[in-house]
Each structure stands twice: as structure tokens, then as C-alpha cells.
DNA sequence: TTGTACGCGTTATCAA
DNA sequence: TTGATAACGCGTACAA
């Protein structure tokens, strides 16, 4: 009997032994009773959850953690919050998340290399049961994910994947998608079809090249190397790309443009727009991704629906089953696409 | 030495004691060593580091918050993640949290209730340093966020707030900027001005409400009951909402519409568009919060820009300050808006 | 400057 | 069915 005892006996917050104490039973039995094992009496049980709720007791999940070894907790890592395909992904996640009874710790890369070891590192210190990533664009060591991996920690990646690291990676197929727009471009007659293509760090700017080349080799045409252009994931890049490109003599121009994906796309429009060309009959153009802004913009986009809800959700059941020994890890979940044909590739 | 000590030690996890063992020192000095306390010998606090690195140290959070009561982690709770403007402030929460060294647990209420009651109690049990709420639609009760409060926990409320109840609350000032933009159409000669109202029991469709009555009384014009209809937060609702206005006879029709949220003017808008009549010609319309359509639509929306990402700043350093104690609970912040002038309104 | 003992609140384990 | 004890891995307080 200490007096810090009795002093902080009063204001003492109720932890599952306060409760024992009210009941005169231990605090184990507590414990088992709000964990709904079977070998409490009906009669205890009862008596236990009456009592949890006049005294307004939560259970403390750290310390429920520290001792099991487990948080039910998810780290997941985004390379931007505000392109609107990371929420619809994160929207699926969280639903996935919740019914399985985990929760989510978000951090974004802000495309930023270090930042992201940071916030795998903290997320590691925070002790996640696995972890939800998608990667920066200046990544380009993975040494960081396989000792992650190494060290007991699953990761899933999504969207922009890497392989073979033994990991789960979930994404829609990147080379066979750009594969479909460039065949949708040649199918229509078009010839000289330019790329702005992804940065070459990135698992899917390289998947898109070569869905791009192949579609072109397939028809038998040569890649003209002149024709593609490094533009990034943005707008900027692919306005920046795209007035380079209008630089060619007239009969040197493409007719055609496959853009890395949609924002890139539209800054591809607004430079042609500028040059006062017009979309599709001087240059057709098609991108990926489905932004929301693709169909309303004044010459409706062309371009690939990747399900973004459902890539979340696929993706944080493929971890949740790993973390649970459900399902062994390095698994390649592919998530079907859908191409979108509006006014922007002329053939409508 | 009992045997479950020998037979753990090959494969035991390393912790601050395994790392202080290989060093021949306490864990305690590998603990302040890493903490960058000042009273550890500069060679010692080397050989720490070192040796964390080599080990591939990495303290445990969860222990550590156990003990310091503390979990440098904030509770999100939205009640939608893909509308634009969530993942925007969730942005702003993020850099806010990450330069202040907290991370963020992530969950939505789906505009549901018992899942928002849900996600707080679940929350409080993973011992979030704070809350930051935006409330769902359907809540009506208060008395969860008191108990909340009570026990502790502070709570910042950010875009739909609870006032006085002992919680900061960051939002623009709603019914300024509905009367802003009322008056705006008043002021270019509309007379009878319809208001796509948002849900009662939220407070930004109230206030949104409010400064619309303020502006047509300061007109001296009367407030018409027949013009005022329920639309919700969403399209759908705005689409209803207008095609019930469109049934009154031509001379009864509004010359203007007032609309809750830039969706729900987009449903409007849509519905006005259907019966043949021409935004602005036939009848105008103006919406809040500078949804990213807003400016690509057929007719650009006249709107409130409402910063989100300061929102989501503002809210999280004003959390932050509380739970530091830098800072009294139950301010009441007020961000700063713009009226972005488009075609919609007829005045351009 | 460094180490020891103990507490944070829960659960596993073994004994009753 | 229930209870006592010892972890889980860290930090505080005090002693050395």
C-alpha cells in the first residue's frame, strides 16, 4: 500500500484490472470476456460488459499489441494524395481494411525518394502488420524493401509495382493497356504515333513503352525514337514534351499522340491547342488512366478506366491474407481495364 | 537462465537490450543513446548507432507509447475520401502531421453514423493522441464527442464542425459565402433566386442557408419557400432537386440558382440543360467549393474556392497545438475564400 | 555518465 | 471456470 497507491487510486483511468477490482474478480477474466473466449460463465461475462460500459472502459489496444505481437494496423504509402486516382485506391483499401477489422496509417511520398524511407522506416517503428505501397518516382534502389521484407514485414505493391522482390505486386496490365491504345491509334490509320513516355524509373513508365513499341512492331512499323518523348506523370511534362515535338517540321509531326497517362495527356492538348492545331483531325491523342476530367474536357479523352477502387481493395485483401498465413506472398494480381473511346482519337 | 531464454536468444527480435548486450551496456544508455538525451558519452552514443545500423535496429513505437502514454498519432475521420476536396485537406493534414512527427490513422464514416461512432471508439482504443473529425451527414447526436472530449481526447473539427462543445473547429465562414455569392446575383439583377439547400442536420447546410436569407433580406426581397428545395451534398440530389423546380410553371421558374456545393450544382445543371434552357441565358447558377470540374464544364461554375489544403494544415496544427498543450481547445478558426467568377452566373 | 528496478495495460501460460 | 505470474519493449526515477 505505496501512497502514490491510494492518491492515484481516485482519478486512476480504468483499465480492465479497475474494472476486475469493482467485480472482485481478476483481470484476466475481464480480458477474456470482452475477447469472447468460451471459458468464461455466461453469468461472468455478463457482469463484465455491464460493468465495461457504466465505467466507459476501452481496452488499450498498445498495450493489447506490445503483448501480441500484432497491431492490426496497415502502412500504407502514396506517392501523391490529390491526383484523383490515389483516393479511390485508398476509398478501396479502407473498405477492404475495415471489414477485415484493420486500420490504416497513411503517409505520402510526396514523390520523394527519402521521404518514403522515412515513412517506411516509422511505419516499421510503429510496428505494422504489413504494409500498402505504391512507389515515388526517384525511386530506384529496392535494397530498403527487401530487407523490410526480410525482417518479417509483407508488402504489397500497387499501380507502380516492383517485381520479383517477393512481394505481392496488384496493377492493371501496363504494357498490354498501352499495347491496346497505340493498336486502337493504328487500327484507325494513323502512322506516325508519338509517346510521351513515364520516367524510366517507374515499373509502369517502362511497362507503357514497351506495350507502345510492341503495338507498333506488331504493324510493322519502325519505332522512330524522335517521336518519343520523356514527359513524366504531369501535365507540365507532357505540355513540355509536346511543344518540343510541335518544334519538327509539318511533315516530320506526328498524327498521333499515346500519352503516359491523362494529366500528361492534357498538357499534350494544350500545347497543340496553342499551336492551333486540332484535336483529332491534325493530331489525335489518347492517354490512361480515366481521370475524372477526361470526358469533359473540350475534345473528350480517349483513354483506359483502370479501376482504382477495385485495385485498393484488391490489393489490401492480397496483404491482409498474407499477414494472416492465408495466402504465401510474391503473387501477381492483374486488374482488368476497360478502354473508353470518346472524341479525342478521331474515330467516333 | 531458464531454457526459454536460451532457445529464443538465437532468433530474438533485437531490441534496445539486445543491441545494449552485443555493446556490453544497458539497454537504458542505448535508449537515451538513441533519444539523443544529453548525458551519454559521445563515443558510447557512437557505438549505439552504429550498431543499430548494423543490426537494423528499429525502436519499438508501440512499447515506447505504452510507456510514454503518448502515440504521436492523430485519428482522421472523413466522411468521404474520393470527393475532391477530402483528399486535398487529408494533404494538408498529412504535411501538417509529418513535420510535427505524428502520423495519421486514416478512416471514413461513408456518411454513416454508427460507422463514424464506430471508427472513434476504435480510435480512442489505439490511444490517438487526438481527433479530426468532419461529421457524417446523418449524425444528429452530440454527446459522443463530449464523452470523447471528457475522457481527454481533444477533437478539432474541420469543413462540417459541431460548435461549442469544447472543440476547435476550422471551416470558411459558410454562411459569408453563401451570402457572398447571393449577392453577387442579386447585385447582376436576378430576382427570384432558388436555393438547392444541403441537409438540415449539418452544420455547413444550415449556415449556407442562413447567408442566403441574409442576402435576399438585405435586398429587401422576400424569401420564397417554393424556390428553396433539399438537394443533399451530390449530384443526384441536385438533379432532383431542380427537375422538381422545372415542373413550375414558366413565370413561377427562378432566374437564378444558389447551390449548396459544386455537385449538387452539377446535377442542376444537368437537369437544366435536359428541359433545352441555357445557363446563363434562361437561368443562372453558382455553386461552392471550386470543385476541380468546375471550371471545364459546358458552362464554368461561378463558385466559392474553398482552400482545403490550409484547412486540412490548420486544423492539424491546431489539434497538434492542443495536444501539446500549446493551445486552448475551442477555438474557432475561420480560412479564407475567393469568388471565382465563371459563365454560369451570366456576368462575364 | 551509466545502471537497476519498476510501471505502462494487456495476454499467454500454467496452476488451482 | 478462474487466478497468479511473467512476459511484451520501452522510459522514468533514482541510485551508483
Redesign the interface.
Known amino acids: 500500500m505505496s501512497k502514490s497507491r491510494n492518491s492515484a487510486k481516485a482519478s486512476r483511468r480504468i483499465t480492465a484490472e479497475v474494472i476486475a477490482a469493482k467485480l472482485g474478480i481478476s483481470a484476466m477474466t475481464v480480458s477474456r470476456a470482452l475477447n469472447g473466449r468460451p471459458n468464461v460463465l455466461k453469468k461472468t461475462r455478463d457482469r463484465v460488459l455491464a460493468a465495461a460500459k457504466k465505467y ?1 472502459y ?6 493489447r ?2 503483448a501480441l505481437r500484432r ?1 492490426e ?1 496497415i502502412g500504407v504509402v502514396v506517392p ?3 491526383h ?1 486516382f ?3 485506391v ?2 478501396g483499401i ?1 473498405d477492404a481494411a ?1 471489414s477485415a477489422g484493420y ?6 511520398s510526396a514523390e520523394d525518394d527519402s521521404r518514403e524511407k522515412d515513412a517506411i ?7 505494422v502488420d504489413g504494409l500498402l505501397i505504391s512507389t515515388a518516382q526517384t525511386v530506384t534502389d529496392h535494397s530498403g524493401y527487401k ?1 523490410t521484407i526480410a ?1 518479417g514485414v509483407p508488402i504489397v505493391f500497387f499501380d507502380r509495382v516492383v517485381q520479383n522482390i517477393g512481394a505481392t505486386c496488384v496493377s492493371i496490365d501496363d504494357e498490354e493497356c498501352c499495347a491496346i491504345v497505340t493498336e486502337h491509334l493504328l487500327g484507325h490509320g494513323y502512322k506516325a504515333i508519338s509517346h510521351r513516355r513515364g520516367p524510366r524509373t517507374v515499373s509502369i513508365g517502362k511497362a507503357r513503352m514497351k506495350g507502345y513499341q510492341r503495338a507498333l512492331s506488331r504493324h510493322g512499323l519502325a519505332v522512330r525514337r524522335d517521336l518519343i518523348v520523356q514527359s513524366g506523370f504531369h501535365e507540365k511534362g507532357g505540355y513540355l514534351a509536346m511543344e518540343k515535338l510541335l518544334q519538327l517540321p509539318a511533315h516530320e509531326r506526328p498524327d498521333a499522340v499515346v500519352a503516359v497517362n491523362d494529366p500528361a495527356a492534357f498538357g499534350a492538348m494544350k500545347a497543340i491547342q496553342e499551336h492551333r492545331l486540332r484535336i483529332p483531325q491534325d493530331i489525335a491523342i489518347v492517354g490512361m488512366s480515366d481521370d ?2 477526361a470526358e ?2 473540350v475534345s473528350p479523352l480517349t483513354t483506359i478506366k483502370q479501376p482504382a477502387y477495385e485495385i485498393g481493395k484488391a490489393a489490401a485483401e492480397a496483404l491482409i491474407a498474407v499477414i494472416e498465413g492465408k495466402e504465401d506472398p510474391g503473387r501477381k494480381i492483374i486488374v482488368q481495364t476497360e478502354l473508353m473511346i470518346r472524341k479525342s482519337c478521331g474515330c467516333l
Open positions: 466507459g476501452t481496452p488499450n489496444h498498445i498495450a499489441s506490445l497491431t494496423t501523391e494524395i490529390s484523383s490515389f483516393p479511390e485508398i476509398r479502407e475495415y486500420h490504416l496509417i497513411l503517409t505520402h522506416m516509422t511505419l516499421q517503428s510503429k510496428r530487407e525482417q475524372v476530367r469533359l474536357v
